[in-house]
């Protein structure tokens, strides 16, 4: 069957090329959008890591929820014990401690309302890769009293590097307290809506501000992103859920799922259509096929072929022609992702975001499997009304269109 269906396949080159060059474009369509739209996911998603969330947050329960207005009701008060257990993970690379605060930010002659975090300089340097310093540079362990706001700040109180700074916020107990910063810094972020509110000054500062020792937050940084569900699930096991809860950058970062969600859903669409396009190119030519083969058939039959045996042939010829289309298809798209990929596609900035990027195809093994999927399905499904509909004609008149 298998031997006879090659050989009927390559009878009409011209056809067969025609119906493998309709399957070999939607399986390159299909892999090149899917690894474009990974890439999407992939280079946002290590952004918002980046430069906001780090890998994992461990924090007490019900702070990412109702926390933020107040966060000195949901301090850490002790938290080297905490951090230690979260070192000890060998997946881990870091742990960094975060205090937030919300205030007012003053240049002596105008106020401006902020969110701002107490951070360890060091720590989050090495972490917050995707900032990208517009002025100064970052916070180090020598900036006793410097802080690093963002751009949308500097520009509401047209501040500079160097300029001096008031802070002020109330503390634990409900006290107001001032204190006085140096700018070494502006930074800018993935997000303008983050940049125009954030302030970030050394977290002995912050805790000396706000009259306290404790933390909000301790910020894991991972070595490798893709062991982020385990180690969150390992946290999980190991720490009081009622005491603390543990946030991975998934669920800490509303954006990137939204982001994720449209975009699965633009893709589904693609792939529904691509899926329609192969099949209606595929199916003209197999019903041109078939049908012009159709005195062969019925010299089969009357030879003592069943008509399961005719729809089983032209099944067998498709299927040769779909995974054929496929594999060829996964090969070109490979090549062209490695291509485009090389150069890079030049992106504007995203809705809401300060800065573009450049986008690669980023194929993945599951994309190139629903790729050559739906190609070969699509060369099944489109064979079988065909096959069904020449398998049942009359032997009689089957035998007449050789005449």
Same mark, same amino acid.
């Given at each position: ?24 474009? &939607? ?14 996911? +992939? ?42 257990? /979260?070192?000890?993970?060998?997946? %881990? ?22 969110? &701002? ?30 802080? @690093? ?18 802070? /002020? ?13 140096? !700018? %070494? ?8 809506? $983050?940049?125009?509110?954030? @302030? ?8 000396? =501000? ?33 005491? +603390?809860? %543990?946030?991975?950058?998934?669920? =800490?970062?509303?954006? $990137? ?5 449209? +975009?699965?859903?633009?893709? &589904? ?40 045996? @005719? ?24 090549? =062209? ?10 992106? #504007? #900035? #995203? ?5 573009? $990027?450049?986008?690669?195809?980023? !194929? ?25 509909? @020449?398998?049942?004609?009359? %032997? ?8």
């Amino acid at each position: 069957m298998l031997k006879l269906a090659f050989r009927n396949v390559f009878r009409h080159k011209l056809r067969t090329a025609m119906t493998l060059a309709a399957i070999i474009f &939607g399986v390159v369509g299909l892999t090149l959008s899917g690894g474009f739209v990974e890439d999407i996911f +992939y280079q946002l998603g290590e952004t918002l890591i980046h430069s906001q969330s780090g890998h994992i947050q461990v924090s007490r329960a019900g702070f990412q929820a109702s926390g933020r207005r107040s966060p000195e009701k949901f301090l850490i008060d002790r938290p080297d014990s905490l951090r230690k257990l /979260l070192q000890d993970q060998p997946q %881990v690379d870091d742990v960094m401690a975060r205090i937030n605060f919300s205030g007012l930010l003053s240049n002596g002659r105008s106020d401006w309302p902020i969110v &701002g975090e107490g951070v360890e300089a060091d720590k989050e340097a090495k972490l917050g890769t995707s900032i990208e310093m517009t002025a100064g540079r970052a916070l180090s362990k020598r900036d006793t009293y410097g802080t @690093v706001i963002g751009e949308g700040v500097a520009r509401a109180l047209k501040l500079r590097q160097g300029d001096r700074v008031t802070l /002020l916020l109330n503390t634990a107990e409900g006290a107001l307290n001032t204190m006085e910063f140096t !700018v %070494v810094g502006l930074s800018q972020s993935f997000s303008k809506d $983050y940049d125009a509110r954030s @302030v970030r000054i050394p977290l002995a500062a912050a805790q000396e =501000l706000l009259g306290t020792q404790g933390v909000n937050n301790l910020v894991i940084s991972l070595k490798r992103t893709e062991d982020t569900q385990q180690v969150a699930a390992t946290l999980r096991r190991q720490i009081d859920g009622r005491t +603390y809860e %543990v946030l991975r950058w998934q669920e =800490l970062n509303d954006f $990137y799922a939204r982001a994720v969600e449209l +975009y699965e859903r633009q893709f &589904g669409i693609l792939q529904f259509i691509i899926l329609v396009l192969v099949l209606l190119s595929v199916a003209n030519s197999v019903n041109m096929s078939v049908f012009e083969r159709v005195g062969e058939f019925g010299t089969m039959m009357a030879l003592g072929n069943r008509s399961g045996a @005719v729809f089983r042939l032209v099944l067998a010829e498709n299927a040769l022609l779909g995974l054929s289309g496929g594999l060829l298809g996964v090969v070109i798209g490979l090549m =062209l992702a490695w291509a485009i990929s090389a150069i890079g596609i030049p992106m #504007p #900035p #995203p809705p809401g975001s300060n800065f573009g $990027y450049t986008a690669q195809i980023r !194929v993945l093994p599951g994309t190139l499997l629903m790729a050559f999927c739906v190609g070969v399905s699509a060369t099944l499904l489109a064979a079988l009304f065909p096959a069904r509909r @020449v398998s049942r004609i009359p %032997v009689a008149k089957a035998l007449l269109q050789n005449y």
